[in-house]
């Protein structure tokens, strides 16, 4: 199975922050990772697709980078509705594995 | 309005069963891959399993051999059917539609999720 390692697992940022969050793969998965938000009681929504491309409807504050086993999730100027947790995930096969999560929390 | 809704959930107790549901709408349910995926607290979100359009399975191996995952599209409904469960599989279990390989093959919709609570 592919392990995905996210770090950090929490951070603490201010609105108006930009934040960086880095998914490392244990082995190559070209670009099929994918970013995930989700807020306490509610379902994950995705956010970026294919390592760099936003999925429609989310503000373009959010950007994912990178190919191969690094990749990062960037949120330039934090808003108050972004402090949630976020998940990568690599979909290059099965058992479609998650990142742990990194908290992003209001400081 | 494209949308999944999950049900089923409940208290069961550990060696129990239980049967989820997730009833799509708003889009041609026979043409996509579908996803399990469950929230474990504290340990986050975790790959169930999965079915294509040709009904070809996939499963985790922490649960591989007890869960089945099935569908009928001409009800437009995936299913979960979960056997002999363990206290680790409490858990919100979510449906959710794969986007496609065009679109990395991500988890595009998810419905609003049905707990599992495994315990004596």
């Known amino acids: 199975d592919i392990q995905m390692t996210q770090s950090p697992s929490s951070l603490s940022a201010s609105v108006g922050d930009s934040v960086t969050i880095t998914c490392r793969a244990s082995q190559t998965i070209s670009d099929y990772l994918n970013w995930y938000q989700q807020t306490p009681g509610k379902a994950p929504k995705l956010l970026i697709y294919?390592?760099?491309s936003l999925q429609s409807g989310v503000p373009s504050r959010f950007s994912g980078s990178g190919s191969g086993t690094d990749f990062t999730l960037t949120i330039s100027s934090l808003q108050p509705e972004d402090f949630a947790t976020y998940s990568c995930?690599?979909?290059?096969?099965?058992?479609?594995?998650f990142g742990q999560g990194t908290k992003v929390e209001i400081k | 309005e494209v949308q999944l809704v999950e049900s089923g959930g409940g208290l069961v107790q550990p060696g129990g069963s239980l049967r989820l549901s997730c009833a799509a709408s708003g889009f041609t349910f026979r043409n996509y891959d579908m996803h399990w995926v469950r929230h474990i607290t504290g340990i986050g979100l975790e790959w169930v399993s999965s079915?294509?359009?040709?009904?070809?399975?996939f499963y985790s191996g922490s649960v591989k051999g007890r869960f089945t995952i099935s569908r009928e599209n001409a009800k437009n409904s995936l299913y979960l059917q979960m056997n002999n469960l363990r206290a680790g599989d409490t858990a919100i279990y979510y449906c959710?539609?794969?986007?496609?390989?065009?679109?990395?093959?991500?988890?595009?919709?998810w419905g609003q999720g049905t707990m599992v609570n495994v315990s004596s």
């Open positions: 995930q690599q979909t290059y096969n099965t058992p479609r594995t």
């Open positions: 079915i294509d359009t040709s009904g070809d399975s």
């Open positions: 294919a390592a760099s």
């Open positions: 959710a539609r794969d986007s496609g390989i065009y679109l990395g093959r991500a988890s595009d919709i």
